[in-house]
DNA sequence: AGCCAGGGTCTGC
DNA sequence: GCAGACCATGGC
């Protein structure tokens, strides 16, 4: 059970399981937060948040109730039980290893567009590129919060502007993809809010209309951005795992919460070496 | 220099 | 249906 206090400049949740904010914010999920002396800087629904946690505690700062409950709490997914995820994980003998590497991850509820965008940016690409480009997007694009801070640019900017204005990004292939989703979300073609109550199949096909996105980066934008537990995004890395783990796939019981265990898998194969 | 990076499209069998 | 070339860019 939560214990959230609201106070006139943050907001401060005791109780928490299953959650640290340093492997949630650094196994791949995302590509904008920065740490700074325990204190994580990011931005949501184009303010900026800055979040830290110690323990079972977390304070958000800047932060009143009505932010709290309409953006903090659904993006850090506070109340999802993790707790009972992560013990069904530990019990299997194949993947209880990755579920002891990070007991603290979570999947975050980003936003949509700014999922969609920054998957597709992810293919072919590795994540301090992602990085990079995604920064520089904003920045060029995005609409200035506070001086350095940058909300990510809305469907209508990017659908306005051409290959050769996204060049500074240096998105190399996917700036025509990039455009085509931002076309597509503009126009209601890709509507999320329809999306997100479809099941996943159906979702992911409203997905893969748009040009250059494919299976995996749908599947990410599912997951990571609409708040679909069962998406199983399958890249290389995941792909080499799970033909030695299970080749045929996850045990069924797991089937509900996949994507919550392929995100235990795909960090631990990633920083466990070493 | 060559390979790889949280892939997808297009072509040719 | 499936393999293979190709796609920009940058770090190692």
Redesign the pocket.
């Known amino acids: 059970m939560l214990n959230i206090t609201y106070g006139k400049e943050s907001v401060n949740v005791i109780g928490l399981n299953n959650f640290c904010l340093d492997e949630i914010l650094d196994?791949?999920?995302c590509f904008r937060w920065t740490s700074c002396d325990g204190v994580w800087t990011g931005v949501i629904s184009g303010r900026v948040v800055r979040l830290k946690g110690s323990g079972d505690k977390l304070c958000v700062y800047d932060c009143d109730k009505e932010f709290f409950d309409n953006v903090i709490a659904p993006y850090l997914d506070l109340y999802y039980d993790y707790e009972a995820v992560h013990k069904s994980v530990l019990q299997d003998s194949l993947l209880c290893n990755a579920a002891k590497f990070a007991p603290g991850i979570r999947i975050l509820r980003q936003q949509p567009f700014e999922t969609l965008c920054s998957?597709?940016i992810?293919?072919?690409?590795?994540?301090?590129?992602?990085k990079?480009i995604v920064s520089r997007l904003c920045e060029g694009f995005g609409e200035e919060i506070s001086d350095g801070y940058y909300a990510f640019p809305t469907p209508d900017k990017l659908s306005s502007l051409s290959v050769d204005d996204l060049?500074p990004c240096?998105?190399?292939?996917?700036?025509?993809?990039l455009i085509d989703a931002a076309k597509k979300v503009a126009d209601g073609t890709v509507n999320f809010d329809e999306i997100s109550a479809l099941p996943l199949d159906e979702a992911r096909e409203k997905l893969?209309v748009?040009?250059?996105?494919?299976?995996?980066?749908?599947?990410?934008v599912l997951l990571?951005g609409l708040g679909k537990k069962d998406a199983f995004?399958?890249?290389?890395?995941?792909g080499r795992a799970m033909q030695t783990l299970y080749p045929e796939g996850l045990p069924a019981h797991m089937t509900p919460y996949a994507g919550v265990v392929?995100?235990y898998i795909?960090?631990h194969i990633?920083n466990s070496e070493k």
């Open positions: 196994c791949g999920q998957f597709i992810s293919q072919n690409n590795n994540i301090p590129r992602i990079g060049a240096r998105a190399g292939f996917r700036a025509k993809y893969t748009i040009y250059g996105v494919g299976n995996k980066v749908a599947d990410c990571y995004p399958v890249d290389v890395w995941i392929q995100q795909f960090h990633r």
